[in-house]
């Protein structure tokens, strides 16, 4: 029997897996734009009427630019959705127009942590274009959301080629620390978790 149910949940584990990776894979090459989110207070009210997971919300990058919203897709009515897409909805690039699908996410197991596929290049007349996977980490009061891009599991270091005299010894390497790129939450906004306190 215990056998059985494991066979059961393991069988369910690599459905939602495969479900999972063919949303993520559906997001076309080339971004397309969504009717509807010319204003930011539309969304608030479309939003404020559905039961909101932990990552959905609206979202502007730390440094004050980019304003996007995180929701579900239209084919996901369920209280914990599967399925989340990313969409612009004021940009500094005028290129970018409201509306604008930046990508795809899916929950992992991990509380808090979502796997996304998202643009990751700008073309002039085209739009948005080479979709990434990226990994989407919220912090403990669901306030912060951290966007890391995958690491490639390839290095090509074209040195090796040259003969070993003319090697260096000493490579430069990206220093910048990770974590650092993300969004603060603009709504909803939770009053028990204030981003910037005031004291009396």
Not at 26 to 42: C, F, K
Not at 126 to 155: D, M, Q, Y
Request: one cysteine or more.
């Amino acid at each position: 029997m215990r056998r059985c149910v494991a066979l059961l949940v393991m069988a369910l584990v690599v459905s939602a897996a495969s479900i999972a990776a063919d949303f993520l894979g559906q997001l076309p090459g080339l971004s397309t734009v969504l009717p509807g989110y010319g204003a930011a207070d539309s969304v608030e009210e479309r939003l404020s009427r559905l039961p909101l997971c932990p990552a959905e919300g609206m979202w502007q990058m730390a440094d004050g630019g980019a304003l996007f919203v995180i929701e579900r897709a239209d084919d996901d009515p369920g209280l914990a959705p599967a399925r989340l897409r990313i969409v612009m909805i004021r940009s500094p690039w005028r290129s970018i127009r409201p509306g604008t699908v930046l990508g795809h996410a899916v929950p992992t197991p991990k509380p808090g942590v979502y796997e996304a596929r998202m643009y990751s290049s700008m073309a002039q007349r085209t739009g948005l274009n080479l979709p990434r996977k990226f990994l989407l980490t919220l912090n403990s009061e669901s306030n912060l959301l951290t966007i890391e891009p995958f690491r490639s599991p390839v290095k090509l270091n074209l040195l090796r080629l040259l003969p070993y005299l003319y090697r260096r010894i000493a490579t430069l390497q990206d220093s910048r620390p990770r974590g650092l790129d993300g969004a603060v939450r603009v709504f909803p906004v939770e009053a028990r978790h204030p981003l910037s306190p005031v004291y009396l």
